[in-house]
């Protein structure tokens, strides 16, 4: 087959294989030679084949942190290394019943663990727009996957910022949806109160159509609510009458060649009938903070069941139960994994449990409610994504605080549990920026119509190479 197929969206290919242009076994095995070139380590897992039922739509890259049975399914760590699950996560048997087939399992930062995918057990992840640079992480293999054109579209999970900070570093559409969204059931844990499923695509309306098929109440999931009247496909072209909140561009991390084009975003908003005024929420400042608490504590609890008893490799330790779990953890854990570990059970251990883990639920309360608050002068907020284009790789990975300051403007949002998406919005030194559209929990139709407008109006192209 052609590449014809590489320059549609994938809600285009699903019209060609309904009116048998192309047939769905056709799209799934040219995508699947994609994903099986690609060389830029996205890919841990690719199909063989295509299944019986290849489906209606082209076939979606599924980040390694979704269960898949019969499938590696490793979250990116050695500890999961062959791991292969009997059962398939809620989300990923969704968009199976639906008619969209896995094409591979992409690569990520270990258990989600970092914002450069350079954490994971199984090599780092390069980005399609330069080679030298990180693709964001933790769902950095999907987002890089995407913008290189060797899946046509992904779902990867976010917990601070993992699917739109990678969005917006490799060109592309990213959205967390609100917590409750998306069931959790089959998705490997991080940190529970914060995880949340979500696409990664080209562009917008792809986005609607995998959350059409991701959201929903699923009984092994008692967090998941979905979305009422599920979501419809995004179809405005105007911004009348709407309100847009900016915040974060006078933070001194911003680059300018950022800010200039978040500047013209904004720009384009008015010109499409929205206004535009700033807004303070108060305490977001403090959310990086929050978050490398309450976060670490939880994968502290949920990292537990690691042992080298019940899956994964097993390290030799000569009949010595003790010695077993520590060099199992040891061997199987990368560096970050292991002091996030520590951090976590430092914030929880006695005598300093109210100190860290109960003062970072109090801000992330705070924060929630400095939302509630600016929505009710605005119908968004929107910032940069992240405060700089895609940096190098190891440029921070000996400065783990410069590494969690890559979420300073992603991690507020999963803290309050509202919806984001990010959006390209225009180039800095010739690499992607990234526009933040965030607003209250369970607008997740609102907020894809407004970035189906602004889109139209930015008209970016983000498929960097073929």
Request: charged share 20%; net charge negative; aromatic share 8%.
């Given at each position: 087959m052609s590449d014809e197929l590489l320059s549609l969206t994938a809600a285009e290919q699903a019209r060609r294989i309904e009116s048998g242009e192309v047939s769905a076994a056709e799209a799934f095995d040219y995508w699947r030679g994609r994903a099986a070139s690609d060389d830029l380590g996205a890919y841990l897992w690719v199909a063989?084949?295509?299944?019986?039922?290849?489906?209606?739509?082209?076939?979606?890259?599924?980040?390694?942190?979704?269960?898949?049975?019969?499938?590696?399914?490793?979250?990116?760590?050695?500890?999961?290394?062959?791991?292969?699950?009997?059962?398939?996560?809620?989300?990923?048997?969704?968009?199976?019943?639906?008619?969209?087939?896995?094409?591979?399992?992409?690569?990520?930062?270990?258990?989600?663990?970092?914002?450069?995918?350079?954490?994971?057990?199984?090599?780092?992840?390069?980005?399609?727009?330069?080679?030298?640079?990180?693709?964001?992480?933790?769902?950095?293999?999907?987002?890089?996957?995407?913008?290189?054109?060797?899946a046509p579209w992904a779902i990867g999970t976010d917990t601070g910022g993992s699917i739109r900070q990678p969005a917006s570093l490799c060109g592309i559409v990213g959205m967390k949806p609100t917590y409750g969204a998306v069931s959790r059931y089959g998705m490997i844990a991080f940190a529970s109160s914060l995880d949340q499923c979500g696409p990664l695509t080209r562009d917008v309306t792809d986005a609607a159509i995998l959350l059409s098929h991701l959201q929903g109440r699923d009984p092994c999931d008692s967090t998941s609510l979905g979305i009422e009247g599920g979501v419809a496909l995004p179809t405005a072209e105007r911004l009348d009458g709407l309100r847009f909140g900016i915040w974060g561009m006078e933070e001194p991390g911003l680059e300018p060649g950022v800010a200039e084009q978040v500047r013209a975003t904004l720009a384009k908003i008015e010109e499409l009938g929205?206004?535009?005024?700033?807004?303070?929420?108060?305490?977001?400042?403090?959310?990086?903070?929050?978050?490398?608490?309450?976060?670490?504590?939880?994968?502290?609890?949920?990292?537990?069941?690691?042992?080298?008893?019940?899956?994964?490799?097993?390290?030799?330790?000569?009949?010595?139960?003790?010695?077993?779990?520590?060099?199992?953890?040891?061997?199987?854990?990368?560096?970050?994994?292991?002091?996030?570990?520590?951090?976590?059970?430092y914030a929880l251990s006695s005598g300093y449990y109210e100190a860290y883990y109960g003062t970072a639920q109090k801000v992330r309360t705070r924060i929630a409610q400095d939302f509630a608050a600016a929505f009710e002068k605005v119908d968004f907020v929107v910032s940069p994504t992240s405060a700089t284009v895609a940096f190098k790789l190891g440029e921070r990975t000996q400065d783990p605080l410069a590494m969690y300051l890559s979420d300073y403007y992603t991690v507020p949002m999963p803290l309050a549990g509202i919806p984001a998406i990010s959006i390209p919005c225009g180039l800095s030194e010739g690499l992607p920026v990234g526009f933040q559209i965030a607003g209250p929990a369970f607008s997740e139709a609102r907020i894809l119509d407004a970035a189906h407008a602004l889109e139209k109006e930015i008209a970016f192209d983000g498929v960097p190479v073929r």
């Open positions: 063989d084949e295509a299944p019986g039922d290849a489906g209606s739509f082209p076939p979606i890259a599924v980040k390694d942190l979704f269960c898949v049975k019969g499938v590696p399914s490793m979250a990116g760590s050695r500890i999961l290394e062959g791991y292969r699950p009997p059962y398939t996560a809620t989300s990923v048997e969704n968009l199976q019943n639906a008619g969209i087939q896995v094409l591979g399992k992409t690569n990520q930062d270990e258990f989600a663990m970092g914002s450069s995918n350079e954490n994971s057990g199984f090599g780092p992840v390069q980005n399609p727009w330069d080679r030298t640079r990180v693709p964001g992480g933790s769902s950095g293999g999907s987002a890089a996957a995407v913008a290189a054109g060797t929205g206004s535009v005024e700033p807004i303070e929420l108060p305490n977001a400042g403090h959310g990086i903070a929050a978050y490398y608490v309450i976060a670490p504590a939880e994968a502290s609890a949920n990292l537990a069941r690691y042992d080298g008893v019940r899956y994964g490799p097993r390290a030799a330790a000569n009949g010595d139960l003790t010695a077993l779990y520590e060099e199992t953890r040891h061997d199987g854990f990368g560096e970050e994994v292991r002091r996030r570990i520590m951090i976590g059970t």
